[in-house]
Every structure is written in structure tokens, then in C-alpha cells.
Nanobody, 127 residues
Framework: QVQLVESGGGLVQAGGSLRLSCAAS????????MGWFRQAPGKEREFVAA????????AHSASVKGRFAISRDNAKNTLYLQMNSLKPEDTAVYYC????????????????????WGQGTQVTVSS
């Protein structure tokens, strides 16, 4: 089946780091833009970062810019999110997603542009 599976979440102290991975399977995703979104309890799912098909262009939300970095390895069909200088407000379930439609990089900040979603991985940042 075609699916995305996140991994790498866990519990970390404020100021620490985590690296999330998203393994894609069932087809190649080299023609898709991909993104990371997160959702905290009682809040809407929000954009975190996006990357274009080749990995040459990225976008990050203002709240994570300078701390998080999205990347991809198309040969491995894998998406990554390196998270540094973590804050308690980063606590959320993190989801990866794939988008088949074309647009500029800012187009992919909209969760409605994504066609396929993973199940999510919990990230908890303690004080």
C-alpha cells in the first residue's frame, strides 16, 4: 500500500534535539512536494516546514525558522525534520505529508494541498 510512516519522536528536555524521519513506500515520491505539520491538543494542525520535489527549495514557519530544518533523500524515499533548540511549545504530534499538485514553495504551507498523510509521531519537550 502507499503510505507515509513517521518515526523519531519522543521525550526531550528544552534545548535538546530530535530528528524525525518519514519513510514513504508503495510508490516513488520524487515527484511530490512534502511537508511537516504539527498538532497540539485542542489546536488546529499547523504548518511547520515544506520542501519541493528536488529538495532545492524549503519553507519553514516563523516559529521554527532557524531551529528546524527539513530535508529529503529521494533515493531513499525518506523525508526528515531536524529539530534543534526545542521548546515546550513545540510539543505536538508531528505529521508528514505528500502533495502531488504543483505550486511555488509557499503553496505548500497550506495543509489542504496535501494528498497523503502519515499517522503522526509524538514529540514532547519538557521544561
Amino acid at each position: 500500500q502507499v503510505q507515509l510512516v513517521e518515526s523519531g519522536g519522543g521525550l526531550v528536555q528544552a534545548g535538546g534535539s530530535l530528528r524525525l524521519s518519514c519513510a514513504a513506500s508503495g510508490r516513488t515520491f520524487s515527484g511530490d512536494a512534502m511537508g511537516w505539520f504539527r498538532q497540539a491538543p485542542g489546536k488546529e494542525r499547523e504548518f511547520v516546514a515544506a520542501i519541493d520535489m528536488s529538495g532545492g527549495l524549503t519553507a519553514h514557519s516563523a516559529s521554527v525558522k532557524g531551529r528546524f530544518a527539513i530535508s529529503r533523500d529521494n533515493a531513499k524515499n525518506t523525508l526528515y525534520l531536524q529539530m534543534n533548540s526545542l521548546k515546550p511549545e513545540d510539543t505536538a504530534v508531528y505529521y508528514c505529508a505528500a502533495a502531488t499538485a504543483y505550486g511555488g514553495i509557499n503553496y505548500y504551507t497550506d495543509l489542504a494541498k496535501y494528498n497523503l498523510w502519515g499517522q503522526g509521531t509524538q514529540v514532547t519537550v519538557s521544561s
